[in-house]
């Protein structure tokens, strides 16, 4: 084929309609957000514009780009447009290094290094952020700004060193390979579900969501470092903490739970399955994939309707003090596994022994953790309903 | 393999363009009413009380510090990490794990020296 078709028309072309159908997802997920959130807290949510509400999505742009925008007199005007540009461009890239379906058809692009730009691309968003606070000139945006960028730079810590687990097992930066991988063993979730564990809580706290929504504390900080933005440059902040929690729900995917693929050991759709049936495969993948996304993100609303905000300290803590020996003793672990029992082929087939000593490990791992929080401390003080207090 | 990352330069361009331009057309489009009390800070309702370009806490500063010791130390990991499967079938298995072991160590002693010395400790 034309190497111009290859390289630059087909990956346009393919990078719009992705670019389409992310940015519809992110504008629904705001609508979705809050009607989940009402039905949790036994309201409606919006649900006057359309069907169940449901044109919110049209109306919320449409609204953004009516609205002034107001530049403070005291701001940085050039550092000021550049906080919310920073954030949205790496947001916006990031979409076509990450595989929705089989290559070549559903990626825009397939690289050997796609998980390690990834990541260079999207802690490159705390910029932005910090950027935008100082810039507003304004006390509560510039704690916000400070605050997040703390935490994201704190969590990017333990959000990297999880990845390693997974990158010896597979051998590869290449999301493609990592997700085959994991059709032909196990989803990577069992062997590491401890670096799953701190992968999940680390995304959380990279995306300032609930309960490290600290840089947002409306509580504390007003509306933290967006408190002098409005209009479309707001919206874009909106954007792209929304499309990082996207990229993060795809990584996660991608990662520990098998991608487009939904196999153990190559049985059952593998992708060479999903290619065998042509189109329509790729598309089953897609769909497989984004059913698996709206999952997490699903994860993501329930956790802001359920769990309060954390301190700073508390928060400080639980990256530095936890979150990093965690993931160094992980690391430790699988080294050992790896490295005294590679993979052994009975009959022809592959019989991944070092993957299901890690999951046992794993699984003990967590049910001693569960049993030690659970179990009833010597001193823990009495519960007394309200409706007792009169009686004891 | 070069010419896979074309696209990812042409997104770069046009995800620029799509944000300038949508940023223009709210200038355009968006309302125009300014005021003197609209464009001051936002505090509370309050009148500007001091300067709010201030000093910073010493921590955050602190925090960005170790961030780099320890991310580097994620980067070093990653190409060890890639090669360490195929590398421990032959002989350089138990070689590649005590180089990284040795290093992780080294690191590991900063690291309770750093919370020895209340680095960690947001109080």
Redesign the interface.
């Known amino acids: 084929m034309n190497?111009w078709m290859l390289?630059?028309v087909w990956?346009?072309i393919k990078?719009l309609i992705a670019f389409v159908i992310v940015q519809v997802i992110v504008a629904a997920m705001n609508w979705i957000e809050r009607r989940v959130l009402g039905l949790i807290q036994a309201r409606l949510g919006p649900n006057r514009v359309g069907p169940w509400g449901l044109l919110q999505i049209v109306a919320d742009p449409i609204k953004?780009?009516?609205?002034?925008?107001?530049?403070?007199?005291?701001a940085e005007k050039i550092a000021y447009?550049l906080g919310?540009?920073l954030p949205?461009?790496p947001a916006?890239?990031v979409f076509?290094?990450i595989p929705f379906g089989p290559p070549p058809t559903f990626a825009?692009?397939?690289?050997?290094v796609g998980l390690?730009?990834i990541l260079a691309l999207t802690s490159t968003g705390v910029y932005g952020i910090i950027l935008g606070g100082w810039a507003?000139?304004?006390?509560?945006s510039?704690m916000g700004g400070?605050r997040s960028?703390?935490q994201m730079?704190?969590y990017?810590?333990p959000f990297?060193?999880s990845i390693?687990?997974v990158?010896?097992?597979?051998?590869?930066?290449d999301l493609v390979h990592i997700i085959n991988y994991q059709a032909h063993h196990v989803w990577n979730v069992f062997p590491q579900l401890i670096a799953a564990f701190i992968f999940f809580v680390s995304m959380n706290a990279e995306n300032n969501r609930t309960p490290f929504d600290l840089p947002e504390a409306e509580s504390e900080l007003?509306a933290g470092y967006h408190?002098?933005y409005s209009?479309?440059?707001f919206a874009?902040f909106m954007l792209a903490e929304y499309s990082a929690m996207l990229v993060n729900c795809c990584l996660m995917v991608s990662l520990f739970l098998g991608g487009w693929t939904l196999a153990i050991g190559g049985y059952g759709l593998t992708t060479a399955t999903l290619k065998s049936m042509g189109f329509m495969g790729g598309l089953l993948g897609t769909v497989i994939f984004v059913v698996k996304v709206m999952t997490f993100m699903m994860i993501y609303i329930w956790f802001r309707a359920t769990f309060p905000r954390f301190r700073?300290?508390q928060l400080?803590?639980l990256g530095?003090?936890w979150m990093?020996?965690l993931a160094?003793i992980n690391?430790?672990v699988t080294?050992?596994v790896?490295?005294a029992a590679?993979e052994m082929i009975i009959n022809g087939s592959v019989v991944p022994v070092g993957e299901t000593i890690l999951a046992v490990a794993g699984a003990a791992t967590v049910a001693l953790t569960l049993f030690l929080i659970m179990k009833p401390r010597a001193h823990a003080p009495k519960v007394i309903h309200a409706s007792r207090v009169s009686e004891a | 393999m070069t010419h896979t990352f074309i696209p990812v330069l042409i997104m770069l361009i046009v995800a620029l363009g799509v944000g300038v331009v949508i940023l223009s057309l709210n200038r355009v489009v968006g309302r125009h009413q300014r005021n003197p009390s609209k464009a001051a800070p936002y505090e509370s309702g309050v009148p500007l009380l001091d300067t709010n370009r201030k000093r910073v806490n010493v921590r955050f500063y602190q925090i960005a510090m170790l961030f780099i010791l320890f991310d580097i130390e994620a980067a070093f990991l990653y190409p060890w990490a890639v090669i360490y499967r195929d590398a421990s079938h032959g002989n350089a298995g138990m070689f590649l794990f005590g180089e990284m072991l040795v290093f992780i160590l080294l690191l590991g002693v900063g690291y309770v020296y750093v919370w020895k010395k209340k680095a960690f400790d947001w109080k």
């Open positions: 190497p390289y630059l990956p346009l990078f953004f780009l009516l609205k002034e925008d107001i530049v403070p007199s005291s447009f919310p540009m949205l461009v916006f890239i076509c290094l825009v692009t397939h690289t050997n390690l730009l507003s000139n304004n006390k509560y510039l400070l960028a703390a730079v704190s990017e810590v990297g060193l390693v687990g990158l010896m097992l597979c051998g590869s930066l007003v408190t002098e209009a479309m440059k874009f700073f300290d400080m803590d530095w003090k990093i020996p160094l690391i430790f080294g050992i790896v490295l590679p």
